[in-house]
C-alpha cells in the first residue's frame, strides 16, 4: 500500500496535520518516536490558548485523542531510520525493519535536548545530570540541584523544581534572565531558588554519580558547588539526519520551509521546531499552526496530481 | 497613559496575542468590536486540536477566559474609527469617542462576510436573507431555505441547517463542492439536501420579506425558486479601512506581513485573518499562531527602544 502521506513526528505540528489529514480524507499514518514529542514532559504550560494551565502530557494526550476520534493511526514507539525518494514515491524504514511508501511526507520531529558538552556529561546520566525536570526531578526530593541555562527552559526547571528540592541554584552565563518576564519575576523572589550570574560549569565531579561541578567564579568563597543533581537546560536543537539524506536545504540547523511549510524537495513539507517557520517562534501554537498549514497544500498538491493522472 | 500595545479585534489572534503579551508583561488592551471574532458565530469547530467538536462560541469563551485569568482586558463593544501615527506613537479614537495611545499596534480585525451584492440583498436582510446560518437558522425551524455557495462556510451552514429546516437547496455555481471532502460527502448523503450544481441567483423577490429566487437555470421545470430563508455564505473579506489610514501595504486586499507579522509601517504588526500569512489558509490555530508570533516580535521591539532610552 502507497499512503498519501507519511507524517514523521508525533508532537503538536505531527497530530494537527493528521487532523486536517483526517478531515481532507488523506491516507495517511504518524510514526512518532515519542508520542506527543518532547512537549509532552513539559511540567506546566500555560499559553495553549483556552487553557489556562495544563500538563504538557495532558495537553498532548488530548490532542492524540483527537487524532484518534478522526480515524488517524499512530505508530509509536517507531523510529524512521531511512529515507529515499524513488522517482515519485517516498520509500522509509523503521529501526524495526518496518517498510512504508508514500507520495507525500511532512517531517515534523522537532527538536531534542541541547547538549553542555562537558567531559563527564554522558556518563552521569541518570546518575544526577539530567536533561528534564519535569521527568526527573522527583528523584531529587529535597535534595540540592543546580540548572544551568538562563531561558524559558531553564527558568520553568528551576521554578518547578523548587516546589520539590530543598535548594536550587540557577547558573546563567550571561548578567540577566532571557524569555518571559513572569517567570523571571518569579525567579528572583522564590526563597528556594538562588541565581548565579555570568558564571559557568566547568568540570563535573563523581565516580558513580554526580557529587559536585567546578564553576570559573567562585560563589560564597569556593568554586566547588556540592549538589545532588544537575539539569542542563540549555535549550533544543534539531535532529536533521533525516532531512540530510533527502538533500533538504538547513539555514543554521533547521529546515528552510516557505509560507506553505514547503521544503526544497518535492512532496516533502516539514513542520514545527525543526522548520524555520514561524519567525523562528518555537511554540506548541506555532508548531500545531504549520502542521494544519503543511496539510493544506499537501492536499492541493494530491489533488493536482490526482487530475493529471 | 500611553500602552506599550493596542490590540485591535477580539478574536483567536487578538486573544492570543493578549495571551503572550501579558506572559511577557507587556501593557496592553484589546478593542474588539465583536467580542471573540467572526468564529463565535460557528456552529462548530472540529479541527482545533484538543477539541473534536466545540461551538466556536465555547472555544471564544475559553481563549476569553483565559485572556482575562492572566490580566488581560478587553473593551468589547467597541470599534476604533480613526487611527494615525504622531512621530513614534499611535493614536486611536474609538466610535464612541474614546482616544488611546500607543508605542505599537496589532491590527487583527479579521474578515466579514462577502455579500452576492444582489438588488435587494440589504432591504431584505434579516427578513429571509442571511449571513449566519448559525445565528439565524433557529427562525426557520421546519421551513424551506437555499444556501448559496461551494465552500465550507456553504456546506457546515447546509449541514446544520437541514438538522433544523425541512429542506435546503444548495447552490452552486461551479460543477463541485471545494474544500474538507468530509463535508462533502455528508452533504450528498443527506437527504433533506438538495445540491443545485451550475446555477446562478439573480434576483430575490418578496415585498416585506423573502418570498423567491430566480435563478439562471431550471430546476424541477421552474426557473424561480420559493423559498423561507435565504443564506449567503460566500466566503468573507477583509475590511483594510484602518489599514488604509496607516498607508499599510495590501496584497489583493489582504494586510502584507513578513514571517514575524509585521507590516510595513514601523511599530505596527498584523494577525489572523485579514493578513497574507500562513500561506493563505485561514483558520483558528493558524489566527492564533500569528497572534504569539507578532506579539513575540512586538516584545523584542519593546525590548529594544527601552534599551535605548
Not at 544551568?148 to 516546589?163: C, D, H, I, R, W
Not at 546563567?172 to 518571559?180: C, N, Q, S, T, Y
Amino acid at each position: 500500500m502507497i499512503y498519501d502521506l507519511i507524517i514523521i513526528g508525533a508532537g503538536p505540528a505531527g497530530l494537527t496535520a493528521s487532523i486536517y489529514a483526517s478531515r481532507y480524507k488523506i491516507k495517511h499514518v504518524i510514526v512518532g518516536e515519542i508520542p506527543g514529542g518532547l512537549i509532552s514532559q513539559a511540567h506546566n504550560v500555560c499559553n495553549f490558548p483556552t487553557y489556562k494551565e495544563i500538563s504538557g502530557f495532558e495537553l498532548m494526550e488530548k490532542m492524540k485523542n483527537h487524532v484518534e476520534a478522526l480515524g488517524g493511526q499512530i505508530m509509536s514507539m517507531e523510529k524512521i531510520s531511512q529515507i529515499k525518494k524513488d522517482n515519485v514515491i517516498f520509500q522509509l524504514k523503521t529501526e524495526s525493519g518496518k517498510t512504508l511508501e508514500s507520495k507525500t511526507v511532512l517531517l515534523a520531529t522537532g527538536t531534542k535536548y541541547r547538549k553542555l558538552n562537558l567531559a563527564d556529561e554522558t556518563r552521569l546520566l541518570g546518575r544526577g545530570v539530567a536533561y528534564c525536570a519535569t521527568c526527573d526531578a522527583m528523584f531529587f526530593k529535597d535534595k540540592i540541584v543546580a540548572v544551568v541555562g538562563g531561558g524559558n527552559s531553564a527558568m520553568t526547571a528551576a521554578l518547578y523544581l523548587s516546589e520539590i528540592v530543598q535548594k536550587v541554584y540557577l547558573i546563567v552565563r550571561g548578567d540577566k534572565l532571557k524569555g518571559e518576564m513572569i517567570w523571571a519575576d518569579n525567579i528572583l523572589v522564590n526563597k528556594k531558588i538562588e541565581v548565579l550570574f555570568g558564571t559557568n560549569v566547568l568540570k563535573l565531579n563523581g565516580e558513580n554519580k554526580l557529587e559536585s561541578i567546578e564553576l570559573d567564579k567562585e560563589f560564597a568563597g569556593n568554586k566547588t558547588l556540592v549538589l545532588d543533581g544537575f539539569f542542563i537546560e540549555i535549550g533544543t536543537e534539531a535532529d536533521t539526519t533525516l532531512a540530510d539524506m533527502l538533500g533538504v536545504k538547513l539555514d543554521r540547523g533547521y529546515i528552510v520551509v516557505d509560507s506553505r511549510q514547503k521544503t526544497n524537495i518535492d512532496g516533502l513539507w516539514s513542520a514545527g521546531d525543526i522548520t524555520t517557520g514561524s519567525g523562528l517562534f518555537r511554540q506548541v501554537i506555532t508548531a500545531c499552526s504549520e502542521g494544519a498549514v503543511a496539510t493544506y497544500d499537501i492536499f492541493s498538491y494530491l489533488q493536482k496530481k490526482k487530475e493529471g493522472n
